[in-house]
């Protein structure tokens, strides 16, 4: 599986952005999904999953209510449509799979794809 991220950007506080993650060389429909984000200097951190069974949702504290995931099975694609940005929300966002079923949707280390990153900067 491949994963390709895009939709980063420039944008104010306040402001909006939608990430996608188009997958290619396998279905990714029953996969587990989910947006992990890196700031310069620090870890990898967890924003948001979505089921690859139902669909379930789990999201960050600091994203709640922010942050929407969606899928596209159709299309074999993952979306996180991000609003009243903050700059904190500042880091290279991923997008990650995995063929597993797993209640441990917030570690990194559970998922077997990822894709390369896309950039995303909000400026106070």
């Known amino acids: 599986v491949q994963l390709q991220a895009s939709g980063g950007g420039v944008v104010q506080a306040g402001g909006s952005l939608r990430l996608s993650c188009a997958a290619s060389?396998?279905?990714?429909?029953?996969?587990?999904m989910a947006w992990f984000r890196q700031a310069p200097g620090q870890e990898r951190e967890f924003v948001v999953a979505?089921?690859?069974?139902?669909?379930?949702?789990w999201y960050s504290d600091s994203t709640k209510g922010r942050f929407t995931i969606s899928r596209d099975n159709a299309n074999n694609s993952m979306y996180l449509q991000m609003n009243s940005l903050k700059p904190e929300d500042t880091a290279v966002y991923y997008c990650?799979?995995?063929?597993?079923?797993?209640?441990?949707?917030?570690?990194?280390?559970?998922?077997?794809?990822w894709g390369q990153g896309t950039q995303v900067t909000v400026s106070s």
């Open positions: 990650a799979a995995d063929r597993h079923f797993s209640t441990v949707y917030y570690s990194s280390q559970r998922y077997d794809f």
């Open positions: 060389g396998r279905t990714v429909s029953t996969y587990d």
């Open positions: 979505i089921s690859g069974i139902d669909g379930r949702r």
